[in-house]
Structure formats: C-alpha cells, structure tokens
C-alpha cells in the first residue's frame, strides 16, 4: 500500500494533488513528482465526496496532509476561503479517514504562524498559539482537529508544527525565493532593485528536505504525537538578504528598497523553535545550515535564470 500527500496545485485553488505510489518525495533542486513514479489524483479541499472517492481508489496507509491556502498576506485578503480550505479542509480529509479506513495514519501540516505574537522563546509542543493572521488561526483549526480525532475516535493522527521550511521549489510569493530569484536576477543583470517589507521579522528557516524526513519519522512511531520541527537558530529578513547578496558578491544595501505596500496588517516580528522533543524521540535533527540553504536557492535561480536567458 502507498502513502497518499496531499498537496495544493498552486497558493489560490482549493483543489489539491494527491501523490502515491512513492517513498516520501525529498526535495532537490533535480527533483520531480513524475521522475518518483507518483500516479497523480486530484480532489478538492472544499469537497468532501471527493476526497471520500480519494482514499476509496487509493486505500493508502498513510495520509500526509500539506495542502492549504498558505501565504499569509492571501489569508487577510481571502480570510473566509482561507479558513474553508486550511481549517475546515483538515476536517473533511480526517472524516474522510473515519468513513473508509480509520486505521490509515494522518499527517497535519501545522505551522510555527500559529504562535504568532510568541508567548516564549523557543516555541515547544506546549507553548500556547496566539496567531496573528487568518492563516495562522485556520492552522490552529487544523491542529486542535487532528488532536481532537487521536482523543475522540483513538485514529493515528499527527501535527507536525513545522516552522518556515525553504528550498529551491518555494513559491516566489515567499521571503527566501523572492530574494533567491532577485539576487540571480540582479547578478546576471535582468533585474535592478529589490521591494521588500519588514526587514527586521525573524524567522527560523530550516531546509524543507530536513523537514519531510522528520514527517514520514512521525507516522513511523508506535504511538501518535505533536512534534515541534525547527532548527532552534532564527535569523531576520536583513540577515537573509546581506547573505543571499553575499554570495554572488554584491552589497544588498546598493539593491534593496523598502516598500511600505509590502508590510503585513499584523506581523509575526519572531519565530524560533524547540525541537528537543523531536530530537529526543524520533531522533531527527536538521542537517542543512541557513547559510547552505541560502547558497543552494540563490545557486539553483542563478542556474535557472542563465538557463532561460540562453533560450
Ligand atoms: P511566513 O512566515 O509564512 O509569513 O513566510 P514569508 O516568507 O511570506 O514571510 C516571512 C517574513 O518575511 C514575514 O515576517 C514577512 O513580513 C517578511 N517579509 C519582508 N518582506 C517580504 C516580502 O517582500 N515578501 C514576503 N513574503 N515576506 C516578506
């Protein structure tokens, strides 16, 4: 039997891509979901018969669940499909679970955003959630739900609180890949200023390739638990771009502008995560440095652009 991920076709559809037939996909600047051998499935979030009809074709053993509408700045734009699809949509796959298979092992995507204004520092699996956008309270949704299942009905479901996971494939709505793709776009002369918003937001990035791994470790275990997944080092928005511009050798203070446009109605100003649990039970620890996942995204757009400006 094969796992089933389930991810989103892009940041504004609420139809998600089921994966199967595949190990746990790892992500590299190479990577591709046909070159795995993964057959393909569609449904939709905001449809529960769909995702019913899903896990009747597939009958997987496991379910992983990263689709979401997940950008943040989308959520306060989009605040009551945000919460349909990232909230509401965890609830229609774990009925889903209950109604074909309730033995099949659940993976939630939950997310560092649901800490928000942060209570302590590092955040751990006990700290409380105060988030800050619509994005992050529809992860609190979808982390109290998958708990609630586990204590309700005794299903192997899990929530991986994951914070801000990066590798080439980031969508470039995000931080790193905007910066990774300008920096490249700059260097091999194509692009010539940088907008960015809050600089000094601090976030503790971590390599998503790390991150799949500790993932597939939690649906391995006897018993169903939350795990904090972080590198425990944070770093901010400032200290991204002085190191992306670094590495092609350029001054970021000769290309970056501060747009006011780019600023966040409510910011998360810092995230920096406690994963000693996770080290501890599932002995997972993240192998990437932030200054090696910085070089590989900006190497990778390098790469990408010289390609396209060959034709
Ligand atoms: P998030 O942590 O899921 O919101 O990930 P993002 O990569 O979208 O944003 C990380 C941090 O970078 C946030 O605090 C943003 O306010 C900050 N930031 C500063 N400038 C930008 C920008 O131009 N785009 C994005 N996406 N974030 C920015």
Known sequence: MAPIWLSSCSSKTTRCTAWCAAPAPRASSGWSISALGCILHQADLLDQLSIVTLLNAVRPHEVYNLAAQSFVPTSFSQPLLTAEF????????LEAIRLVDPKIRFYQASSSEMFGRVQEEPQN???????RSPYGVAKAYGHWIT???????????????????ESPLR?????????????????LGQQSRLQLGNLDAQRDWGFAGDYVEAMWLMLQQDAPEDYVIA???????????????RHVGLDWQDY???????M???DVSTLCGDASKARMRLGWTPKMSFAELVAIMVDADLERVARAMRG
Request: aromatic share 10%; proline share 4%; with cysteine.
């Open 86 to 93: 990232t909230g509401l949509g965890v609830t229609r796959v």
């Open 125 to 131: 699996e006990s700290t409380p959630f105060w988030p």
């Open 147 to 165: 708990v609630n299942y586990r204590e309700s009905y005794g299903m192997f479901t899990c929530s991986g609180i994951l914070f801000n996971h």
């Open 171 to 187: 969508g470039k709505e995000f931080v790193t890949r905007k910066v990774s793709d300008a920096v490249a776009r700059i260097k």
């Open 231 to 245: 590198t425990g080092i944070k770093h901010s928005v400032r200290e991204l771009v002085d190191t992306a511009f």
């Open 256 to 262: 970056v502008d501060v747009d006011q446009s780019l």
């Open 264 to 266: 966040r109605p409510a």
